[in-house]
C-alpha cells in the first residue's frame, strides 16, 4: 500500500510542479535554483519536491552536477546577490565554481551560505539523481546504479528505469535493466494486471533476486477476528485453534488485539498473592497452604472476587475466548490476484528449486563419496588386500597434510608446493609405512586382533608427536588460487573445485590401483601372496618384500590422500582419528578385498550422510550418528559387504 | 563327600588368588581408611584418596574388559561407553536432586511455598539453560527416583549391549570386524551425546556430581572415603563373581570360544548364547564402575566415551596381562597410576641438551611405544611375571601353534 501513495503522492506533486508559476519547464538549472532561491535555503521535504523534480526534468545537463553538489553540501549560496555556486572548503574560506564547474575565486567564510539539507530532502534528491546515473554516459557508473537500485529497490525507482531503457546502448546492461523493471514491476507497480504479468513472465526462473522480490508479497501475519474476515482482508488461509496454532498462540493473538483481557502469568500471580498477604492468609487461604497451583488459584479468585487484583482470564474464560474468535492468516498484499500468482510462481520455482537442490546435493555427496575413497583406499590395500588391519592408517594422512604444510613453509608458491607436495608426502609416508611393517606388523601376521592393538599403540605415539612437534592448533595447508571458488551452475547448483579436484584424484587413484593390482607384475605378486604365501614363496616369490611394498604403498596412498584432504579440512593432530572409522567402515560396508567394493562403500556412506544432513540440516553431528548406526544395521544383513567376495579369493 | 574334600573342589580352593587378592584389597582399604584426613592420620590428600577411588574403579572396568577380552577373545572397543553410560545414569540424578535442592533452598526465600510446578521448572532452567533449554526433555523422566535411576544405571548398558550384541553375534561377526564395529557405536554413542539436544547438555556434559544430595554437610573428605569404600567394595565383589564365573564350565566354555569358535559351535554350544551373556555381564559391570567413578571424578562429558578411552582400557589389560583376573587389576592401576602421575606435571623432565623431554608431552608417546613393544614381545604383560615367580611354564610344542587355528599364538611368539 506504501509506495502505492508514495508513487501516487509523487505524481500528484509533479502535476502541482507543473501547475506553478514559478519553476517553468524547459528552464536551465541556474534559472530553477535562483526562482525559488527562498525555498532552497530553508528546504522541507514536502515542499521542496517540485524544485527537485524540475531541475531534473529540466534537460539541462548541469542538474545533475548541481543535485549531487547539494546532497553533499558542496552547494552555497552567496549573501550578497544570491547567486549559486558550487563551493569547496579551502583554508579559511571558500574556493568558489560556478555551475558549469569555471572558476570563480574566493570567498570568505561568513560570505557564503552553506546549504545543507536535511536527510529527508537528501533522500529526494538520490532519487532524482538515479535517473542521471542510470543514463550516464559511463558504462560502470549505469552498472553501479542498477546494482544499487536491485540492493535497495523502492517505487520511486519504477520510472526512472523505465525512462532510462529506452536510452541504454550496452546490451548486456539493458537485459539486466530490463530485468530489473520487471522485478520492480511486480512489486511496485500501481496496476495489478501489469504485476500479474511481470510475475508470470518469469515463470519458474531460479533467480535469488526473483525469490527475494516473490517473498515479501506473500508475507502474511497472523490476526483474530470476532466474525469472519472482513471483506477487503486477502486471506491467506483460516486457522484452526488446536490444529494450525496452539491455544496459548492464539490467545496472545486476542489479547495483542486488545479483544481479550491478558491471562495472568505465573509470576504476576505469585506477586500479586505476596502483595495481599494479611495475617498470614491470602483471601482465606493460608500462606503454608500455596504450594499448589490450584491453592494458588483460589486464593488468586477470592481476592478477584474482594476486588483487590484486577480480573484475568481463567483457563475456562481464555477457551471461551478462543472459540467466539476466528483466526486467519492474511497478507501483507492487499490485491489477491498478486498474491495468487507469486504463490504459482513461488510453487513453480520451488519444485524447481527441489530438483537442483537434489541435484545440488547428488554433487556434495559425490564429492564426499570422493574424500571417504582418498581416505580408504589406502585401507583397502593394506586391509583389503593384505587382511592387515592398521589403526595407524588415520596418522599416516595426518603425516601427508604435514608434510603438505611443511613444503609450503619452504616453498612459497601454492602451486609448485602442492606438486612437490604430493610426491614426498608418499614417500615420507612409504617410509613409514615400510618401517612400520618390518618392526612391528610383520611379527603379528597371525595374529590380527593384535596388529590392531599394535598399530593403535603406534597411532597413539604419532598423534602426540605431531601434537608436540606442530602444536595443537590448526595449520593451515593452502590450495593453490586456481582451486579457489567454485564452478555455478546457476544460484542453487555449485561445487568448488577443490571437491572436484578430490573428485579427479579418486579417480585417479582408483584407475592406479586397477592398473596396479591388474597389469603389473607387482600386483600379481601381491594377489599370488595374498592367496597363499608358501605357494608364492614356492614360486619365487619373496613373501617378506611383497609385504612391505604392499603395506608401504597404502601407507604412500594415505599420504597423498593426506594433502588432499588437508586442502580441505583444516590440519590438526586429529585429522586422522576423524577419518579412522569412517574409513574401515567404507571397506567393511563395500566388502573387503575389492576395490569396487570399497568405491560403493564410499558411494553409499557419502549419499548416506548427505542425505541424512538434508533431513535435518542444522546438525551434521546426528547426520553422522544415524549414518553409523544406518551402517551397523547394514552390516547385519549383509555381514560381508556390499561385494563380498567368493570362492578361494574370500579366503575362509 | 567328607568335609575335607568339599573344601579341597570348593571354588576358593581351586582359586587361591581370589583369596590373596581379598586380602591385599582388604589391607589397601584399611590402610588408605588410617591414612585418610577424614579417619585417619592425614596423610593422603582428599584429591588423592579420590584418585586412588577412581583407579579402583577403573580396575573394575579393565575386569569387565578382562573377561570379554581376555577369556571370551572379543575385542571389544565399546566397554568405556557402557562406563560412560552407567556415569550419565547417576550423575542424572545426582545433578537433579542437588539442583532441587538449591532450587527448593531459592524459592523458599520468595514467601510462598513453591508449587511442584515452579520446583520443576526452577531445575529444568538451572539444568538446561547452558543448551538454551527450559523443559525436561523425556529421558529425564526418572531422573527424580534414586531407585528407578539406579535401575538405569543397569538397564540402559545392559539393554545396549544385549541389543548390539545379538544384532552383531547373530550375524557372525568375529574378530577385527567386530572391534570395529564396537568402535563405531561408540563413536556414535559420541557423536550423539555431542549435540545440545541430545537431552544431556551436549558437550557441557553434567557437572556438580561430587556434591551428595542431603549430605550437604559432610566434607568432602569423608565422601572421598566412603566412596573409595563402595568402590573397594564393589571391585572386591566383580573380582569374586568374575573369578566364579571363569572358573567353572561356563569359564571352559568361553575360553574354548576363544580358542575355536567353530569347534565349540559344532560340539553343540550355543556360541552366540554365551557370548551374548558375556558381553552384557561385562557391560553391566563397566556401567556399575562408571556410576562409582563420576562422582567421585565430579564431572562427564562426552568426551569420555572418545573411541580413544576404550582403546586406553584395551591398553591396560594387555600390559596388565590378558586372560588373567589379577593381570586387568594390576595393568589398569599401574597404567592409570602412572599415567595420572606423568601427566600431572610430576615427573621430572629430562634434559637431553638439545631438547627437554617433558613428560607431560611426551606420556602418551611412551604409553604407545611400550604398549607396541608388549603386544610384541610379552603377550603375557605384566601377569607374566607371576609366572616366571611360580615357574610355570608355556609346555614345548616345538615350534607349533599353541591352538588349534590360524590365529593361536605359535610358540616361538609366545616365548619372544
Same mark, same amino acid.
Given at each position: 500500500?506504501?509506495?502505492?501513495?508514495?508513487?501516487?503522492?509523487?505524481?500528484?506533486?509533479?502535476?502541482?510542479?507543473?501547475?506553478?508559476?514559478?519553476?517553468?519547464?524547459?528552464?536551465?538549472?541556474?534559472?530553477?535554483?535562483?526562482?525559488?532561491?527562498?525555498?532552497?535555503?530553508?528546504?522541507?521535504?514536502?515542499?521542496?519536491?517540485?524544485v527537485?523534480?524540475a =531541475?531534473?526534468?529540466?534537460? /539541462? +545537463?548541469?542538474? &545533475?552536477?548541481?543535485? !549531487? *553538489?547539494?546532497?553533499?553540501? #558542496?552547494?552555497? %549560496?552567496?549573501?550578497?546577490?544570491?547567486?549559486?555556486?558550487?563551493?569547496?572548503?579551502?583554508?579559511?574560506?571558500?574556493?568558489?565554481r560556478?555551475?558549469?564547474?569555471?572558476?570563480?575565486?574566493?570567498a570568505?567564510?561568513?560570505?557564503?551560505?552553506?546549504?545543507?539539507?536535511?536527510a529527508?530532502?537528501?533522500?529526494?534528491?538520490?532519487?532524482?539523481?538515479?535517473?542521471?546515473?542510470?543514463?550516464?554516459?559511463d558504462?560502470?557508473?549505469?552498472?553501479?546504479a542498477?546494482?544499487?537500485?536491485?540492493?535497495?529497490?523502492s517505487?520511486?525507482?519504477?520510472?526512472?528505469l523505465?525512462?532510462?531503457?529506452?536510452?541504454?546502448?550496452?546490451?548486456?546492461?539493458?537485459?539486466?535493466?530490463?530485468?530489473?523493471?520487471?522485478? =520492480?514491476?511486480?512489486?511496485? /507497480? +500501481?496496476?495489478? &494486471?501489469?504485476r500479474? !504479468? *511481470?510475475?508470470?513472465g518469469? #515463470?519458474?526462473? %531460479?533467480?535469488?533476486?526473483?525469490?527475494?522480490?516473490?517473498?515479501?508479497?506473500?508475507?502474511?501475519?497472523?490476526?483474530?477476528?470476532?466474525?469472519?474476515p472482513?471483506?477487503?482482508?486477502?486471506?491467506?488461509?483460516?486457522?484452526?485453534?488446536?490444529?494450525?496454532?496452539?491455544?496459548?498462540?492464539?490467545?496472545?493473538l486476542?489479547?495483542?488485539?486488545?479483544?481479550?483481557p491478558?491471562?495472568?502469568?505465573?509470576?504476576?500471580a505469585?506477586?500479586?498473592?505476596?502483595?495481599?498477604?494479611?495475617?498470614?492468609?491470602?483471601?482465606?487461604?493460608?500462606?503454608?497452604?500455596l504450594?499448589?497451583?490450584?491453592?494458588?488459584?483460589?486464593a488468586?479468585?477470592?481476592?478477584?472476587?474482594a476486588?483487590?487484583v484486577?480480573?484475568?482470564?481463567?483457563?475456562?474464560?481464555?477457551?471461551?475466548?478462543?472459540?467466539?474468535?476466528?483466526?486467519?492468516?492474511?497478507?501483507?498484499?492487499?490485491?489477491?490476484?498478486?498474491?495468487t500468482?507469486?504463490?504459482?510462481?513461488?510453487?513453480?520455482?520451488?519444485?524447481?528449486?527441489?530438483?537442483?537442490q537434489?541435484?545440488?546435493?547428488?554433487?556434495?555427496?559425490?564429492?564426499?563419496?570422493?574424500?571417504?575413497?582418498?581416505?580408504?583406499?589406502?585401507?583397502?590395500?593394506?586391509?583389503?588386500?593384505?587382511?592387515?588391519?592398521?589403526?595407524?592408517?588415520?596418522?599416516?594422512?595426518?603425516?601427508?597434510?604435514?608434510?603438505?604444510?611443511?613444503v609450503?613453509?619452504?616453498?612459497?608458491?601454492?602451486?609448485?608446493?602442492?606438486?612437490?607436495?604430493?610426491?614426498?608426502?608418499?614417500?615420507?609416508?612409504f617410509?613409514?609405512?615400510?618401517?612400520?611393517?618390518?618392526?612391528?606388523?610383520?611379527?603379528?601376521?597371525?595374529?590380527?586382533l593384535?596388529?590392531?592393538l599394535?598399530?593403535?599403540g603406534?597411532?597413539?605415539?604419532?598423534?602426540q608427536?605431531?601434537?608436540?612437534?606442530?602444536?595443537?592448533?590448526a595449520?593451515?595447508?593452502?590450495?593453490?588460487?586456481?582451486?579457489?571458488?567454485?564452478?555455478?551452475?546457476?544460484?542453487?547448483?555449485?561445487?568448488s573445485?577443490?571437491?572436484?579436484?578430490?573428485?579427479v584424484?579418486?579417480?585417479?587413484?582408483?584407475?592406479?590401483?586397477?592398473?596396479?593390482?591388474?597389469?603389473?607384475?607387482?600386483?600379481l605378486?601381491?594377489?599370488?601372496?595374498?592367496?597363499?604365501p608358501?605357494?608364492?614363496?614356492?614360486?619365487?616369490?619373496?613373501p617378506?618384500?611383497?609385504?612391505m611394498l604392499t603395506?608401504?604403498?597404502?601407507?604412500?596412498?594415505?599420504g597423498?590422500?593426506?594433502?588432499?584432504i588437508?586442502l580441505?579440512?583444516?590440519?590438526?593432530?586429529?585429522?586422522?582419528?576423524?577419518?579412522?572409522?569412517q574409513?574401515?567402515?567404507?571397506?567393511?560396508?563395500?566388502?573387503?578385498?575389492?576395490?569396487?567394493?570399497?568405491?560403493?562403500?564410499a558411494?553409499?556412506?557419502?549419499?548416506l550422510?548427505k542425505?541424512?544432513?538434508?533431513?535435518?540440516?542444522?546438525?551434521?553431528?546426528?547426520?553422522?550418528?544415524?549414518?553409523?548406526?544406518?551402517?551397523?544395521?547394514f552390516?547385519?544383513?549383509?555381514?560381508?559387504?556390499?561385494?563380498?567376495?567368493?570362492?578361494?579369493?574370500?579366503?575362509? | 563327600?567328607?568335609?575335607?574334600?568339599?573344601?579341597?573342589?570348593s571354588?576358593?580352593?581351586?582359586?587361591?588368588s581370589?583369596?590373596?587378592?581379598?586380602?591385599?584389597?582388604?589391607?589397601?582399604?584399611?590402610?588408605?581408611?588410617?591414612l585418610?584426613?577424614?579417619?585417619?592420620?592425614?596423610?593422603?590428600?582428599?584429591?588423592?584418596?579420590?584418585?586412588?577411588?577412581?583407579?579402583?574403579?577403573?580396575?573394575l572396568?579393565?575386569?569387565?574388559?578382562?573377561?570379554?577380552?581376555?577369556?571370551?577373545?572379543?575385542?571389544?572397543?565399546?566397554?568405556m561407553?557402557?562406563?560412560?553410560l552407567?556415569g550419565?545414569?547417576?550423575?542424572?540424578?545426582?545433578?537433579?536432586?542437588?539442583t532441587?535442592?538449591?532450587?527448593?533452598?531459592?524459592?523458599?526465600?520468595?514467601?510462598l511455598?513453591?508449587?511442584?510446578?515452579?520446583?520443576?521448572?526452577?531445575?529444568?532452567?538451572?539444568?538446561?539453560?547452558?543448551?538454551?533449554?527450559?523443559?525436561?526433555?523425556?529421558?529425564?523422566?526418572?531422573?527424580?527416583?534414586?531407585?528407578?535411576?539406579?535401575?538405569?544405571?543397569?538397564l540402559?548398558?545392559?539393554?545396549?549391549?544385549?541389543?548390539f550384541?545379538?544384532?552383531?553375534?547373530?550375524?557372525?561377526?568375529?574378530?577385527?570386524?567386530?572391534?570395529?564395529?564396537?568402535?563405531?557405536?561408540?563413536?556414535?554413542l559420541?557423536?550423539?551425546?555431542?549435540?545440545?539436544?541430545?537431552?544431556?547438555?551436549?558437550?557441557?556434559?553434567?557437572?556438580?556430581?561430587q556434591?551428595?544430595?542431603?549430605?550437604?554437610?559432610?566434607?568432602?573428605?569423608?565422601?572421598?572415603?566412603?566412596?573409595?569404600?563402595?568402590?573397594a567394595?564393589?571391585?572386591?565383589?566383580?573380582?569374586?563373581?568374575?573369578?566364579?564365573?571363569?572358573?567353572?564350565?561356563?569359564?571352559?566354555?568361553?575360553?574354548?570360544?576363544?580358542?575355536?569358535?567353530?569347534r565349540?559351535?559344532?560340539?553343540?554350544?550355543?556360541?552366540?548364547?554365551?557370548?551374548?551373556?558375556?558381553?552384557t555381564?561385562?557391560?553391566?559391570?563397566?556401567?556399575?564402575?562408571?556410576a562409582?567413578?563420576?562422582?567421585?571424578?565430579?564431572?562427564?562429558?562426552?568426551?569420555?566415551?572418545?573411541?580413544?578411552?576404550?582403546?586406553?582400557?584395551a591398553?591396560?589389560?594387555?600390559?596388565?596381562?590378558?586372560g588373567?583376573l589379577?593381570?586387568?587389576?594390576?595393568?589398569?592401576?599401574?597404567?592409570?597410576?602412572?599415567?595420572?602421575?606423568?601427566?600431572?606435571?610430576?615427573?621430572?623432565s629430562?634434559?637431553?641438551?638439545?631438547?627437554?623431554?617433558?613428560?607431560?608431552?611426551?606420556?602418551?608417546?611412551?604409553?604407545?611405544?611400550?604398549?607396541?613393544?608388549?603386544?610384541?614381545?610379552?603377550?603375557?604383560?605384566?601377569?607374566?611375571?607371576?609366572?616366571?615367580?611360580?615357574?610355570?611354564?608355556?609346555?614345548?610344542?616345538k615350534?607349533?601353534?599353541?591352538?588349534?587355528?590360524d590365529?593361536?599364538?605359535?610358540?616361538?611368539?609366545a616365548?619372544?
Open positions: 500500500m506504501r509506495p502505492f501513495l508514495l508513487s501516487l503522492a509523487t505524481a500528484v506533486l509533479l502535476a502541482l510542479a507543473a501547475l506553478c508559476p514559478a519553476p517553468a519547464l524547459a528552464q536551465g538549472a541556474a534559472e530553477i535554483l535562483t526562482a525559488n532561491r527562498a525555498l532552497i535555503e530553508k528546504p522541507t521535504r514536502a515542499k521542496i519536491a517540485p527537485i523534480a =531541475l531534473a526534468e529540466s534537460g /539541462d +545537463p548541469l542538474a &545533475a552536477t548541481v543535485l !549531487a *553538489a547539494w546532497a553533499e553540501k #558542496g552547494l552555497g %549560496l552567496r549573501k550578497a546577490d544570491g547567486a549559486f555556486f558550487l563551493i569547496d572548503r579551502s583554508g579559511d574560506g571558500w574556493a568558489l560556478g555551475l558549469d564547474g569555471a572558476d570563480a575565486g574566493m570568505a567564510r561568513s560570505d557564503i551560505m552553506e546549504l545543507r539539507p536535511n529527508g530532502v537528501r533522500g529526494l534528491i538520490a532519487t532524482a539523481l538515479v535517473q542521471f546515473t542510470l543514463s550516464d554516459p558504462p560502470a557508473r549505469r552498472a553501479g542498477v546494482e544499487s537500485i536491485a540492493r535497495d529497490p517505487a520511486d525507482h519504477l520510472e526512472p523505465r525512462a532510462s531503457l529506452e536510452t541504454e546502448a550496452d546490451p548486456a546492461l539493458l537485459s539486466q535493466k530490463a530485468r530489473l523493471e520487471r522485478l =520492480l514491476t511486480l512489486r511496485f /507497480d +500501481p496496476d495489478p &494486471a501489469a500479474v !504479468a *511481470a510475475i508470470e518469469f #515463470g519458474a526462473d %531460479l533467480g535469488l533476486d526473483l525469490r527475494a522480490a516473490l517473498n515479501p508479497l506473500l508475507a502474511t501475519t497472523r490476526m483474530a477476528f470476532a466474525g469472519d472482513p471483506e477487503g482482508a486477502n486471506v491467506a488461509r483460516m486457522l484452526v485453534p488446536g490444529r494450525d496454532l496452539t491455544g496459548g498462540e492464539a490467545y496472545d486476542l489479547v495483542a488485539a486488545g479483544m481479550a491478558a491471562r495472568l502469568t505465573v509470576e504476576e505469585r506477586a500479586a498473592l505476596l502483595a495481599n498477604i494479611v495475617d498470614g492468609a491470602v483471601g482465606g487461604v493460608p500462606v503454608a497452604d504450594g499448589t497451583q490450584a491453592a494458588r488459584e483460589r488468586y479468585t477470592a481476592l478477584e472476587t476486588g483487590t484486577p480480573q484475568a482470564a481463567t483457563d475456562a474464560e481464555v477457551e471461551a475466548a478462543i472459540a467466539a474468535h476466528r483466526f486467519a492468516e492474511v497478507y501483507a498484499e492487499p490485491d489477491a490476484a498478486v498474491t500468482a507469486a504463490k504459482a510462481a513461488l510453487d513453480a520455482i520451488g519444485m524447481k528449486v527441489g530438483a537442483m537434489a541435484a545440488d546435493l547428488a554433487l556434495d555427496a559425490v564429492s564426499l563419496a570422493s574424500i571417504y575413497f582418498l581416505a580408504a583406499i589406502g585401507l583397502a590395500i593394506t586391509f583389503g588386500v593384505m587382511r592387515v588391519i592398521n589403526m595407524a592408517h588415520g596418522e599416516f594422512i595426518m603425516m601427508g597434510a604435514y608434510t603438505g604444510y611443511v609450503q613453509l619452504f616453498i612459497a608458491d601454492y602451486t609448485l608446493s602442492i606438486l612437490v607436495a604430493l610426491p614426498l608426502a608418499f614417500a615420507v609416508t617410509a613409514a609405512g615400510v618401517a612400520m611393517e618390518r618392526l612391528v606388523i610383520r611379527h603379528l601376521y597371525k595374529r590380527p593384535e596388529t590392531l599394535a598399530t593403535f603406534i597411532s597413539i605415539a604419532l598423534q608427536i605431531a601434537k608436540n612437534v606442530f602444536g595443537t592448533q595449520r593451515p595447508l593452502t590450495a593453490p588460487a586456481w582451486l579457489d571458488g567454485a564452478l555455478t551452475f546457476n544460484d542453487v547448483v555449485s561445487i573445485y577443490i571437491r572436484i579436484a578430490i573428485f584424484l579418486a579417480l585417479v587413484f582408483l584407475l592406479f590401483f586397477l592398473w596396479l593390482m591388474r597389469r603389473t607384475r607387482l600386483g605378486e601381491v594377489r599370488a601372496v595374498t592367496q597363499n608358501s605357494m608364492a614363496a614356492s614360486m619365487g616369490i619373496n617378506d618384500r611383497i609385504n603395506f608401504g604403498l597404502g601407507s604412500g596412498i594415505a597423498i590422500a593426506g594433502v588432499a588437508g580441505y579440512a583444516k590440519v590438526t593432530s586429529e585429522l586422522g582419528s576423524d577419518y579412522i572409522v574409513s574401515f567402515m567404507t571397506v567393511v560396508v563395500g566388502g573387503v578385498g575389492n576395490i569396487w567394493g570399497t568405491l560403493a562403500g558411494a553409499l556412506i557419502g549419499v550422510q542425505g541424512i544432513e538434508w533431513l535435518n540440516p542444522s546438525n551434521t553431528l546426528a547426520a553422522q550418528t544415524y549414518m553409523i548406526l544406518f551402517i551397523i544395521l552390516i547385519q544383513f549383509r555381514p560381508r559387504g556390499i561385494i563380498a567376495l567368493k570362492g578361494r579369493a574370500a579366503g575362509d | 563327600m567328607t568335609r575335607q574334600t568339599f573344601v579341597e573342589r571354588f576358593l580352593a581351586k582359586n587361591p581370589v583369596l590373596w587378592f581379598i586380602l591385599i584389597l582388604a589391607l589397601f582399604t584399611l590402610g588408605v581408611t588410617v585418610s584426613e577424614a579417619y585417619g592420620v592425614a596423610f593422603l590428600s582428599t584429591s588423592f584418596v579420590k584418585t586412588l577411588g577412581k583407579t579402583l574403579c577403573l580396575c572396568v579393565a575386569l569387565a574388559m578382562d573377561l570379554i577380552w581376555g577369556y571370551a577373545g572379543i575385542l571389544s572397543l565399546g566397554h561407553a557402557f562406563f560412560a552407567g550419565y545414569g547417576l550423575g542424572m540424578w545426582l545433578m537433579y536432586a542437588r532441587e535442592e538449591i532450587v527448593v533452598a531459592a524459592l523458599a526465600q520468595g514467601g511455598p513453591a508449587t511442584p510446578e515452579e520446583v520443576r521448572q526452577g531445575i529444568a532452567v538451572q539444568i538446561f539453560g547452558v543448551v538454551g533449554a527450559s523443559e525436561f526433555p523425556p529421558i529425564w523422566a526418572f531422573a527424580h527416583s534414586f531407585w528407578a535411576q539406579m535401575a538405569l544405571v543397569v540402559v548398558p545392559g539393554g545396549l549391549a544385549l541389543v550384541g545379538w544384532l552383531a553375534f547373530r550375524s557372525r561377526v568375529t574378530g577385527v570386524y567386530l572391534s570395529i564395529l564396537t568402535q563405531a557405536m561408540t563413536l556414535a559420541a557423536l550423539y551425546l555431542f549435540q545440545n539436544d541430545s537431552g544431556l547438555r551436549g558437550n557441557n556434559g553434567l557437572s556438580g556430581l556434591n551428595l544430595p542431603g549430605l550437604g554437610d559432610v566434607s568432602q573428605d569423608a565422601l572421598s572415603v566412603w566412596f573409595f569404600w563402595a568402590s567394595f564393589a571391585l572386591g565383589a566383580g573380582y569374586v563373581l568374575l573369578a566364579w564365573v571363569v572358573s567353572g564350565k561356563f569359564g571352559s566354555v568361553i575360553r574354548a570360544i576363544r580358542d575355536d569358535e567353530q565349540v559351535r559344532f560340539l553343540g554350544y550355543s556360541v552366540e548364547g554365551y557370548k551374548l551373556f558375556v558381553f555381564l561385562t557391560a553391566v559391570i563397566a556401567a556399575i564402575a562408571g562409582l567413578y563420576y562422582p567421585q571424578a565430579g564431572i562427564i562429558n562426552p568426551a569420555e566415551l572418545a573411541p580413544i578411552a576404550s582403546i586406553y582400557l591398553v591396560w589389560v594387555a600390559i596388565g596381562g590378558r588373567r589379577y593381570g586387568a587389576v594390576i595393568g589398569a592401576a599401574f597404567v592409570s597410576l602412572l599415567s595420572s602421575w606423568f601427566t600431572g606435571g610430576r615427573a621430572p629430562v634434559p637431553l641438551g638439545f631438547y627437554t623431554v617433558n613428560w607431560v608431552d611426551w606420556w602418551l608417546v611412551l604409553l604407545g611405544l611400550s604398549f607396541v613393544a608388549v603386544t610384541l614381545f610379552a603377550p603375557k604383560g605384566m601377569g607374566g611375571l607371576f609366572d616366571l615367580w611360580a615357574g610355570v611354564r608355556s609346555p614345548d610344542r615350534g607349533a601353534a599353541l591352538g588349534p587355528d590365529g593361536a599364538l605359535m610358540e616361538r611368539e616365548k619372544e
